[in-house]
T-cell receptor, first 112, second 112 residues
Framework: NAGVTQTPKFQVLKTGQSMTLQCAQD?????MSWYRQDPGMGLRLIHY???????DQGEVPNGYNVSRSTTEDFPLRLLSAAPSQTSVYFC???????????FGPGTRLTVL | GQNIDQPTEMTATEGAIVQINCTYQ??????LFWYQQHAGEAPTFLSY????GLEEKGRFSSFLSRSKGYSYLLLKELQMKDSASYLC?????????????FGAGTQVVVTP
């Protein structure tokens, strides 16, 4: 089992560019989520999904889109990158709503 | 919504014991998680408490008091590899999915 994988590991964007952060899990987990982590602020939920075809907004969804066409994949799209989106992004999955979350290795994004 | 408070940093000596406190205010409660995060890495699950009392797992123990909105993580026989950030996360009951709300993390520094 690879667990939760994320690509790319590092990315530098210019303001206004768009890109997709990839996330995949091979544990057949229904629940997947995207967080961003900024110094002194902890992990903040961007979007989450409770199964294929079902997504919802978290605490900080503005500027991000998600889709969940399969159980395995949960990509995060930045529509028009802004310097405020410079952060470390983590994808996580869990079997059920009360279960522990497994985190991917993270994507370190810098927007210039 | 909820507020989660934990100390920013704690320093302890190798072999000693450290207790990391976490207080929370929430409109609904459905469990509290502790995660460990080494610098530059993803968070990894340590413990889960949903009922009052102490959960012990080797050198790590976690305690919960729901009436006081309080938890602590106890690290015994500290080792250098325990130097990391420790994240307290609370799951709400008001949401169908039970989103996790994370504290900002406590950086534990273990000195020789």
């Amino acid at each position: 089992n690879a667990g939760v994988t994320q690509t790319p590991k590092f990315q530098v964007l210019k303001t206004g560019q768009s890109m997709t952060l990839q996330c995949a899990q091979d544990m057949n987990h229904e629940y997947m989520s995207w967080y961003r982590q900024d110094p002194g602020m902890g992990l903040r939920l961007i979007h989450y999904s409770v199964g294929a075809g079902i997504t919802d907004q978290g605490e900080v969804p503005n500027g991000y889109n998600v889709s969940r066409s399969t159980t395995e994949d949960f990509p995060l799209r930045l529509l028009s990158a802004a310097p405020s989106q410079t952060s470390v992004y983590f994808c996580a999955s869990s079997r059920g709503r009360a279960d522990e979350q497994f985190f991917g290795p993270g994507t370190r994004l810098t927007v210039l | 919504g909820q507020n989660i408070d934990q100390p920013t940093e704690m320093t302890a000596t190798e072999g000693a014991i450290v207790q990391i406190n976490c207080t929370y205010q929430t409109s609904g409660f459905n469990g509290l998680f502790w995660y460990q995060q080494h610098a530059g890495e993803a968070p990894t699950f340590l413990s889960y408490n949903v009922l009052d009392g102490l959960e012990e797992k080797g050198r790590f123990s976690s305690f919960l008091s729901r009436s006081k909105g309080y938890s602590y993580l106890l690290l015994k026989e500290l080792q250098m590899k325990d130097s990391a950030s420790y994240l307290c996360a609370v799951r709400e009951t008001t949401d169908s999915w039970g989103k996790l709300q994370f504290g900002a993390g406590t950086q534990v520094v273990v000195t020789p």
